[in-house]
């Protein structure tokens, strides 16, 4: 199980955002959160945005899609050339079929939990997917404070996982910071999103080395 981590450019400077992927080119990803302003209520990004950060930036893109009918919106992110899609069970009608067709625009396929939606109802979709993402905040906005209760539940998607295979990621997402990240490792995360901890530090870079560190001191 190797640590990744992935800047949320959520909390970057949008006006200068092939800087600030640079600036952390030796994150393993950039993670990039598009918000639609009806699944969240907050709006970000979208494709047009994705093509161009994926021509200037060095760095893979990890797109988190959160927002309504990902099974229309997802597969186009992939064949834009992100190397990873992830999209919520609370917005998807159909995930089966929408993490296949992102499989096979090239990408990796993620699967999205809120805070409050048990991870249980879909252990039979571990093999559809290369990743799984536990948010440990409501999604929507940078700079929340990390909710512990998820912990018991990034726990047991580990037990799924490993009865699985061990084959997917599972990665955690809000108020992952040098406070928190042990205690996401230790329950057996093994990919950290971090926005205001990395793209808030004096210098980003070192924000991810500390993190990694971190989190590689924790991991079992
Ligand atoms: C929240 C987003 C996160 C966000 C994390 O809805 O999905 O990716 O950028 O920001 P921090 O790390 O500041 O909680
Ligand atoms: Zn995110």
């Excluded at 930036?57 to 597969?75: F, S, V």
């Excluded at 996982?161 to 084959?167: P, R």
Aim: net charge negative; hydrophobic share 50%.
């Amino acid at each position: 199980m190797a640590v990744q981590i992935s800047p949320s450019i959520l909390s970057a400077d949008f006006a200068r955002l092939a800087d600030e992927a640079a600036a952390v080119s030796n994150a393993d990803w950039l993670h990039v959160d598009v918000m639609d302003n009806h699944f969240v209520p907050n709006l970000t990004i979208g494709l047009p945005v994705v093509e161009a950060l994926r021509k200037a930036a060095g760095t893979p893109l990890d797109c988190h899609l959160m927002i309504e009918d990902p099974d229309r919106w997802a597969p186009a992110y992939a064949e834009a050339g992100a190397g990873s899609v992830t999209i919520h069970v609370e917005a998807a009608k159909a995930p089966v079929r929408t993490l296949r067709q992102i499989r096979s625009a090239g990408a990796r396929a993620g699967l999205a939990l809120n805070p409050a939606t048990a991870i249980e109802p879909y252990a039979d979709l571990l093999g559809e997917i290369d990743m799984l993402l536990l948010m440990t905040v409501e999604p929507g906005f940078g700079g929340q404070r990390f909710l512990d209760v998820v912990l018991p539940k990034v726990r047991r998607t580990r037990e799924l996982i490993t009865a699985h295979g061990g084959q997917v990621w599972l990665q955690v997402d809000g108020g992952v910071s040098a406070e928190t990240i042990e205690r996401c490792a230790e329950a057996g995360a093994d990919v950290f999103v971090a926005g205001s901890a990395v793209y808030g530090a004096d210098d980003p870079a070192r924000a991810v080395d500390a993190l990694r560190a971190l989190a590689e001191g924790a991991a079992g």
